[in-house]
């Protein structure tokens, strides 16, 4: 499986991204979908998680209700909707692929694929 993410960039605090994450290399609606970020000097930190069909969704505390998670299986990608952003949201942002669980996971070492990640950066 290989994973491409996109649309990060560089936002005012209040504003709104849309990050992709394209998939290839096996059948997408067969496995569960997660984002993940990392801050600098902090450890990889679980975002938001989507279940094959994407009935099945779970976001951290931190960013329910502002970040919504999708995906179109007919184009094999996964998308990450953030509104209402906010400095500490400031990271780079990884997609990545669970080819085992049938629901969704919040643990990294779950997933056994990962996109290369897109900077989203929010300033104050």
């Known amino acids: 499986v290989q994973l491409q993410a996109s649309g990060g960039g560089l936002v005012q605090a209040g504003g709104s991204l849309r990050l992709s994450c394209a998939a290839s290399g096996r059948t997408f609606s067969s496995y569960a979908m997660g984002w993940f970020r990392q801050a600098p000097g902090k450890e990889r930190e679980f975002v938001a998680a989507?279940?094959?069909?994407?009935?099945?969704?779970d976001y951290r505390n931190s960013v329910r209700g502002r970040f919504t998670i999708s995906r179109d299986n007919a184009k094999n990608t996964v998308y990450l909707q953030m509104n209402s952003l906010k400095p500490e949201d400031t990271a780079v942002y990884y997609c990545?692929?669970?080819?085992?669980?049938?629901?969704?996971?919040?643990?990294?070492?779950?997933?056994?694929?990962w996109g290369q990640g897109t900077q989203v950066t929010v300033s104050s």
């Open positions: 990545a692929a669970d080819l085992v669980r049938a629901g969704v996971s919040k643990v990294e070492y779950e997933y056994d694929y």
């Open positions: 989507a279940s094959w069909s994407g009935r099945i969704t």
